[in-house]
């Protein structure tokens, strides 16, 4: 049973107790196999029964739809967005996460606050504000962060996965570039330096993501295996005093 | 990004603070009348009406969806959305911002479903703050009568249904009333909230409310 620790306040109407599940969060920039090793990932625990759940930004009942919405424009504001994603992260955090930790989920999460810390830092937002508005988190068990040393590394992955340049993950509303890609660059360097910068005060395990996908999947395996083993040595050594104080007691 | 209090614009932002059923909104609307007729571009915005976000939070209504923490956020973001489009624009031009409700609201409805007081006014840091800001304070049991015999029904989250205090509508909206309340006047020292008794006749209202806002604009006219 992990106590659950916040990085701020906690929500109201949390409960304090503890749950047995294992909140790991799988960060990084656009395009650096996120999504790609959270499947992998999922699968991996399954197999060896483990009971999972995925979530990520945008796909709360409550903003998702609006969120996705606002952003299909290009009236959506610097702050405003910023709390529209901190609305759709607090929604999944209450209604999705907490409770499946509970039950005793691994909760692996495609992007967390980081991200959003990362990308209001780009947009010149008050960096203590935001850590203020996302106080409502709670600190996981495990932050993989897939790092790439140079943005250009990105690019190769967009192209190679058939999409275009979003609007977004170009930056394009920071006026950085002439078109998509220069933007692009511009906007990931930019990120790149977020992450590093975060690295250190929230404790991210660093994974380099330029390497083959299947070494950075044996990697992933590996620091993951350690925090939800080190929960069923635990289980083990209590099944065994419960099985010797019952000796005992005969 | 600009903290509260921090702003320097040359418009005037007047805004009504109060429970519901305080008046503030008849009030706000005469102020408007008056300040048009007296030929001053006026612009006004209103609590919950930002377009990008209003669809989600009528969903949200209807569906029960909210928790504490996510009425908080979603209605800081439908604020957010206001001030970055109709409220710091007309501000930089030199117009007048009308309110009709404020940060206050905020503060005096998250803290009363339980949202820690310092957590929900950092919130909100990015609002500018007003010129002034009118508090219409009437007693809990006048507000809440004008509240309900002037409406069919106590909708879920206006009565605070949501905080499970009682299953009765109105005795859940009384007591959600009086913890607003409270908050209120915790504020008025704290934000300097300027108060005017709501139990007066309205037309005394509007003239100590013209008056007062009268004094901003004379002020501005002058340097002039």
Redesign the interface.
Known sequence: MSEPKFYGTPPPGVAREGYSGKLIVIEGTDGVGRSTHTAMLRSWLEARGHAVIDTGMTRSVLAGRGLKEAKTGTTLGRLTMQLFYATDFADRLENEMLPALRAGFVVLTDRYIYSAIARAAVRGVDPRWIRSVYGVALVPDLILYLRVQRAEELVSRVLASGRKFDYWESGMDLNLGADFYDSFVEYQTRLLVEFDRMAGEYGFRVVDASRPIRRVAADLRRAVARVIEADEAADKTEGASVAASTITDG | ?I?YGKHRLPGKLFVVEGTDGSGKSTQLALLHQWLKAEGHPVFFSEWNS?P??K??TR??KKRR??????FS??H??DF??R???DIIPPLKAGAIVLADRYIYTAFARDVA????R??VR??Y??AVRPTVAFFFRAPLDVAIDRVVSGRPALKHYEAGLDMDWSDDAEESFKIFQGRILEEYDRMVSEFGLTVIDATRSIVHQQREMRRIVMRHLEGEEAAA
């Not at chain 2, 969806?65 to 996510?70: A, M, R």
């Open positions: 990004m903290s930002s990008l976000v669809e989600t969903r949200a969806l909210f928790t504490p923490t996510t956020l979603l800081a973001t957010a959305d001030t970055e489009r479903r339980g949202c820690d310092a957590w950092d919130l840091r990015f």
